[in-house]
């Protein structure tokens, strides 16, 4: 017993908390209390991060870390080599600098969209080690269990002298990321663009954060769920007024959330238009796990749109966000309160559907954005686009699914692919096999990097009509399912067409006509914006786009 007593005292628990002090200690002629001058960053990260570090560096779809990336790029790699870098989004070029340089050699991750094809070639020519592909809240859990950070590095529009965060429109993930670290002795800097004696709100308490630095440049935000309805084709029309009639309305869809896309850019242009001539408005479509798409102005101006919670903002949506309470999250000085972490659950247990897209899908359903030569990660669509088991509450769409009257039966979330059967380039959607089986074994992957299962995915919906595959009773009517509407693909080239009626009587296939939708209906005319200029008129002038998407 006194041996076990005198073990108990001779050790530390105050391990992590006494080298996080001796690396601040290292820094204390450099900065003035919290404030790192901007022309030192690069020698206080020098001093602050140590070799083999794991390191969080924001980088999300939208707000990126710029001048801190930037900055890490800066270091002499004598002094800071081999660290483990944790970003949520590899989206800008020094991103990936950082392994040809040395600065880092493993990463973990979720989404890779800009620099696919970039980090598929790098981690081919062993450049950098992969430990992971993951969904945003995978990664943001791992944060907290077994890839806890040694450094955070974030960003925010505002911070006073005492560190305290005013993170505006795009709060996107940064609580998540700093409360990781400042709870387990990380190191917290946060870039911000302006230092002020009084902020708007406090988003993130100074007591989270070690340091801040003023940026030479403001943080960078890309317009990443701007789409210009102009882009909109009449095939994407045509999905989009299936969609609307054959899923929305046939399964009472109240709350929702939209991927990225043309795809689901035609959907929402309709709801003020083909959704009103249905005279659906105020019975689908209500609330929105959503970023504030442009493309939304229309029915959020007439009427469709009750609630919408957004993971982060949009360039040019701030004044329309500002002007409108009643729908949008926003505080009292009037900008939104976003938060990716939250609006992931959201979009995981809250809501009733999910609509996505997809790069590749093969006979049963499953699918992948990981395709030859292109590592493009999930992001969120997994978190979405799948049942989670852990849902509860009952919904007239969510019990929709159900298909039989056991009395211990559930409901459903409804997962939608929207898909062309072909992509640019004219590739096939449809294939055999997904080029993901060999990417994972190239990667060394333990397991093949599938986007959704299909398992999951309830509806197909492509120009040729809609696979309701949450009847199928079998692999092989799911299969059949989808051939039947893979159009002129290798998959749709085997379907037997005999079987075609055989499943539209049972209900597992329905195409444009057995909707009541003619197929020369679906012109642009239907939209309720057919420019970025008719979105401006839409919001009254608030709406103020990037001028990359201004032609007036």
Known sequence: MFGIKQMTQSRSWTTKRDAKAERLAGIAGITSGKVIPTDRITETMEALIKPGDRVVLEGNNQKQASFLSSALNEVDTTKVHDLHMIMSSISRPEHLDLFDKGIANKVDFAYAGPQ???????LEDGKLTMGEIHTYLELYSRLFVDLIPSVALVAAEKADHEGNLY???????????????????GIVIAQVNDLEDE????????????????????LVLEPLFTRDPRHITELQILMAMMTIRGVYERHDVQSLNHGIGYNTGAIELLLPTYGEQLGLKGKICRHWALNPHPTLIPAIESGWVESIHCFGGEVGMEKYITARPDVFFTGKDGSLRSNRTLSQLAGQYAVDLFVGSTLQMDREGNSSTVTSGRLAGFGGAPNMGHDPRGRRHSTPAWLNMMTSDDPLARGKKLVVQVVETFQSGNSPVFVESLDAIDVGKEAELATTPVMIYGEDVTHVVTEEGIAYLYKATS??????????????????????????????????IALPEDLGIRRTEAKRS?????????????????YEPPAKFRSW
């Open 116 to 122: 696919s094809l970039r980090i598929a070639q790098m």
């Open 167 to 185: 993170t505006g429109a795009n709060t996107e993930e940064t609580p998540t990321l700093v409360e990781a670290a400042a709870f387990k002795d």
């Open 199 to 218: 902020l708007p709100r406090v988003d993130i308490p100074g007591s989270w954060i070690d340091f801040v630095v003023v940026a030479d440049q403001p």
């Open 475 to 508: 692999m092989e009517e799911r299969r059949e399912a989808i051939a039947a509407v893979a159009g002129v693909t290798p998959i749709g080239m085997e379907h037997d067409t005999k079987r075609t009626d055989k499943l539209r009587r049972k209900g597992l």
């Open 526 to 542: 239907l939209l309720a914006a057919r420019s970025v200029e008719e979105l401006v008129e839409w919001s009254d002038g608030l």
